[in-house]
């Protein structure tokens, strides 16, 4: 089963609008890390937020975590056409191999101009 | 400064061929990591390794695939005797010493005819 649950997993909003995904995971993590991917291109980092921070902000970006409800949000401000892809949380498992990340399924944003 | 570079891009093999997938992480990174992607599905984590070891392959299947990471060249991922359901892109991921982010790059989409 997915470690990350992203939610929704379609948004459609409109240039200039805020989008808010979010992430739900299961077991105990030592960090979180947002990637964005474009259609059929790999994925790129965004922000990494570790499980002792509840907020951390990256230009457009915010990320908040909630280790009690195993959640996290990201929001991203004043949306441009440019931010058009699909967002996907990752979690590392508490003992885990580093770098054996666990995707979600991932949100598809699209925003129209 | 290239980033991870994988090929080829895409790659069309019949039922029982095999397929190689090649990737050479981002310069100075000795860690290389391997993701399955299907179609409107997010990452599932296949194997890790470093220069010439495997560190974790708990998401590799145990029959037809294979992966190594010489000391020399770059890390190939070998499936042999594709089936259909090996149809999908793979990505490669670098990262270097205790850096959790992960560079990713362009994947191989395989289509198994």
């Known amino acids: 089963s997915q470690q990350g649950e992203e939610d929704p997993q379609a948004l459609s909003i409109q240039e200039g609008e805020n989008a808010t995904m979010n992430c739900s995971y299961k077991?105990?993590?030592?960090?979180l890390q947002w990637y964005r991917q474009n259609s059929g291109r790999g994925l790129v980092h965004l922000i990494l937020?570790?499980?002792?921070?509840r907020e951390k902000h990256s230009g457009r970006l915010r990320v908040t975590l909630d280790t009690s409800k195993k959640s996290s949000s990201l929001l991203i401000t004043a949306s441009r056409a440019a931010d058009t892809a699909s967002y996907f949380c990752a979690t590392d498992a508490w003992g885990g191999s580093q770098g054996n990340l666990i995707f979600g399924k991932g949100t598809k944003l699209s925003v129209k101009p | 400064n290239a980033g991870v570079m994988q090929n080829p891009r895409h790659l069309v093999r019949r039922r029982g061929q095999e397929a190689r997938l090649r990737c050479s992480p981002m310069k100075g990174h000795s860690h290389v990591y391997w993701y399955r992607q299907l179609p409107e599905e997010g990452l599932k984590f296949m194997v890790y390794?470093?220069?010439?070891?495997?560190?974790?392959e708990s998401g590799m299947p145990k029959e037809r695939f294979s992966a190594e990471f010489p000391k020399e060249g770059p890390s190939i991922l070998r499936i042999q005797q594709v089936v259909r359901g090996d149809s999908a892109a793979y990505f490669c991921a670098s990262k270097g010493g205790t850096n959790e982010k992960l560079f990713f790059g362009s994947g191989t989409q395989l289509s198994v005819l």
């Open positions: 937020i570790r499980s002792n921070e």
């Open positions: 077991t105990s993590i030592n960090n």
């Open positions: 390794l470093q220069k010439e070891n495997i560190i974790d």
